[in-house]
């Protein structure tokens, strides 16, 4: 059973954030900051139109999903790792009334956090860069906080699965970059052949980028919704299987 | 209701007895490997149970499954009336736990550490507070307050998780090797931390392999070796029944031993011999030593048994990794 213990978990990866998130948010910002410029003003300028929006527009919501997908990503994955690993901080709060899945739990709701964060700062860019244009984008950072639930769900699988850090390398360049090709970050999934297209339309992924898009272009409906309380369901799903992993792991 | 009653009895039982942490038959297996072989002991409250062996002989292992870190392979385990794992939550409330390994928060000062720990049980920086600034002064970390986690000293460190062990007030302190690895001042200053705590009414669990430590903190003790306890008792009584009261060190070579045995007949001794020396258990010292000084062909030494001889007699002398 998880109790409200959960946060304290939460509240202890903040304690530590806290001195350290300068560093991590140059990181986060950077990224995006780095491929908006590249590929928007310098590779957009042989890219006329796609679906009708300039590539820069096309661009910005699929890398702003990417900053709150890595933002999560690496927390669960790396900073959790060590702390479940390297520093035993895991074994030192489960000799507390606090419970291996409440300890997933306030990981993956830390994770998120940090999506949130990240995915306010890169909108404060994106405004003063003149990309936003509608009031629809403040609904934007709860997206940011969704994504950062599902890849922090899905991290955190990973790390109770990971013997060292080298498995996270394969997991980012395997899993996680082959996901923003195919799901419509840096082109049309209407571009993708039509077996591969059905499978990546059921990917979570995908349609938060397409209601992102939806969102900077104030052309959201009500089935978007839907797609959202699909993407937390996928999310809990992963979050119940990262918990029993983690207390395997954490419990012998 | 059911279940609950069966707890309720279990606690007036336990209560009865005045056990506070009862085993029967414990057993723990990695795997195939068996760690724990079916060990049975009762531990009585406000004292301080050791748990005395060389590595790799199962003691943190035990101390692992009191505090709900390993599951139980099989046996019956009862703390205050409460069995893991149903009662794991429970269990964990009334436990300090002072692991081998450190594991302290290396990113947060020593307060922070003791902060942030006290919320795991539910205790609020005010509520707190005062607790901390009390361990602080009582484990002498008041002045490295604010200093982080590496820079600390050995010593420091394990009073900070002692500290840590505190926080929230518990009935039973388990301390996995509470001073391996420290220098005399270090290993002193909690010892004397360990004996006022003791005044207190809490229960000690300890494991050690240090056997001055044992005898100084440790009212009742086993002795384990390769996942079985092989003797239970209190320090003195450990050195009687297997040693007797005093010990004769004779420095020798092997060939020699019979012919000093010979010599030694007539009294009543044990003896044991290694490369280089011949080790006389006895309880009629003066008349051995009378005869050595006769013999007048040996270097000797004389002194009071310690729980070490009685350690190294029933584990043997070769080396454990
Ligand atoms: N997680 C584990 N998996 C497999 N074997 C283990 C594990 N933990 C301990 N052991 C083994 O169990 C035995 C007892 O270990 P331990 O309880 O740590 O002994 P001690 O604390 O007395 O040194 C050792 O042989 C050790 O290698
Ligand atoms: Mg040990």
Sequence with gaps: MITSRFLRVWQRNFVVWTKYYLSTLIGAIGEPLIFLWALGYGMGRYIVHIDGMSYLEFMAPGLWITACMNASSLECTFNTFTRLSTQKTYDAIIATPISPAEIAAGDVLFGATRSFITGNLVLAIYFLFGLIHHWSALFIPFIGFVVGLFFGSLGLCMTALARSYDFFTYYFILV?????MLTGVFFPVSNLPQPLRDIVSWV???QMVSITRDIFLNRWQWSSVGYIIYTLAFSLLLFLVAAKLMHRRLIK | MRVYKGVKDRYQFTHKMNYIIQAQNLVKKYGHFEAVKGIDFNIPKASCFGFLGPNGAGKTTTMSMLYCFV???SGSLSIAGLTPPSDEREIKKILGIVPQDNNLDPDLSVFE?????????GLSLKQSKNKIEELLDFFELGEKRNVRIPQLSGGMKRRLVLARALLHDPKIIILDEPTTGLDPQARHLIWERLESLKKT????????????????????LVLMDQGKILEQNTPHKLIEKHIGKETIEIIIDNQKVDSILDHLSP???TWEKTSARLFIYTHEGHKILEKLIQLNNFEFLHRRSS???????????????
Excluded: I, Q, S, W
Aim: charged share 30%; with cysteine.
């Design chain 2, 201 to 220: 009414g809490k229960t000690f669990v300890l494991t050690t392999h240090y056997m001055d430590e044992a005898e100084r903190l440790c009212d009742e």
């Design chain 1, 204 to 206: 979570p992924l995908t």
């Design chain 2, 307 to 321: 729980l070490e001889d009685v350690f190294l007699k029933l584990t043997g002398r070769e080396l454990r990794e």
């Design chain 2, 267 to 269: 009294f009543k001794f």
């Design chain 2, 71 to 73: 599951r139980v392979t």
């Design chain 2, 113 to 121: 550490n003791l902060v942030v720990y006290a919320r795991y049980y």
């Design chain 1, 176 to 180: 996680l970059t082959p996901a923003l």
